[in-house]
């Protein structure tokens, strides 16, 4: 079992930059391939960032891209998204979730754990 608690959220305006954390436990960290999600009212959960065990690897989402950016700490068991450049249409809860697969993966359905999640409010 593998607890994840997401933090960093908050209510900011368009153009501003939000860091998000998500501190593991319970588990070997390093084991486990990472990523960040987003739901929006009305909207399906969509993945904006993922991260291969040993960090090598990052996939972002074509509205995540140039502006997003994945990153994990193993020693610290916590992985990161620093978020630039926020638009409105960045508001939503994210999620991290951990996947026992050793490559990034995007698939909703590929990932074993999943926090609680924080939201990130971006006004205009």
């Known amino acids: 079992q593998v607890q994840l608690v997401e933090s960093g959220g908050g209510l900011v305006q368009a153009g501003d930059s939000l860091r998000l954390s998500c501190a593991a436990s319970?588990?070997?960290?390093?084991?486990?391939?990472m990523g960040w999600f987003r739901q929006a009212p009305g909207k399906e959960r969509e993945c904006v960032a993922a991260?291969?065990?040993?960090?090598?690897?990052?996939l972002y989402a074509d509205s995540a891209k140039g502006r997003f950016t994945i990153s994990r700490d193993n020693a610290k068991n916590t992985v990161y998204l620093q978020m630039n450049s926020l638009k409105p249409e960045d508001t939503a809860v994210y999620y991290c979730a951990a996947s026992r697969g050793r490559f990034a993966r995007v698939s909703y359905n590929e990932y074993d754990y999943w926090g609680q999640g924080t939201q990130v409010t971006v006004s205009s």
């Open positions: 991260i291969s065990r040993s960090g090598g690897t990052t």
């Open positions: 319970g588990r070997t960290f390093s084991n486990y391939s």
